[in-house]
């Protein structure tokens, strides 16, 4: 728990600087893009685009990076940039596609705007849950081992080769 929220500080600070330099470097119109925001697409469709984009990057994510199992380490970080390239292609356009609440955090700190942030730190916990408990309960849980024997011997060792699916 305590690593996590060194991250968190991380995440959010770098956010913070990274923000600083953007206000730094353009006018301040131009800063004010760099805030997300749901514009005229309405903060409830805001709010079900944002869950959608971190559903897949923290499905990829686990697939790639935390998945002992996973086939793809070597090139995690590949499947991982892919997935954010699509969904900044397909969401930045619509909300900003922050699938970080970092990512919303320093531009709306500097920039002073509020307005939708709501859709930047709920949009993204309810994603990221919901891709967690699914690759969670879909691989990573153990197999348990199938039950081999009848009834009466009242055996139930595993078999070489079972699996839960058997």
């Known amino acids: 728990m305590r690593l996590a929220v060194i991250y968190w500080i991380a995440q959010f600070g770098g956010a913070v600087v990274a923000a600083a330099i953007l206000r730094g470097l353009f006018t301040h119109s131009l800063f004010v893009g760099s805030v997300p925001h749901a514009g005229g697409f309405g903060a409830g469709k805001g709010l079900v685009v944002e869950i959608i984009l971190t559903f897949f990057l923290v499905w990829a994510v686990y697939a790639t990076a935390v ?8 090139i995690a970080g590949l499947a991982i940039g892919l997935t954010i ?10 909300t900003g596609a922050a699938m970080n609440p970092a990512r919303a955090f320093g531009p709306e700190l500097l920039g002073n705007f509020w307005g939708e942030g709501w859709i930047y730190y709920l949009g993204p916990a309810i994603g990221a849950l919901i891709a ?4 969670d309960y879909l691989y990573l849980r153990p197999l348990r081992p199938a039950v081999v024997g009848t009834p009466e011997s009242g055996v139930a060792e595993p078999r070489p080769g079972d699996t839960a699916l058997d």
Do not use: E, H, N, Q
């Not at 998945?67 to 070597?74: C, H, I, N, Q």
């Not at 390239?85 to 619509?94: F, K, Q, S």
């Open 132 to 135: 967690a408990f699914a690759y």
């Open 85 to 94: 390239t699509i969904d900044v292609l397909m969401g930045g356009p619509l």
């Open 67 to 74: 998945d002992p199992r996973g086939a793809f380490k070597s």
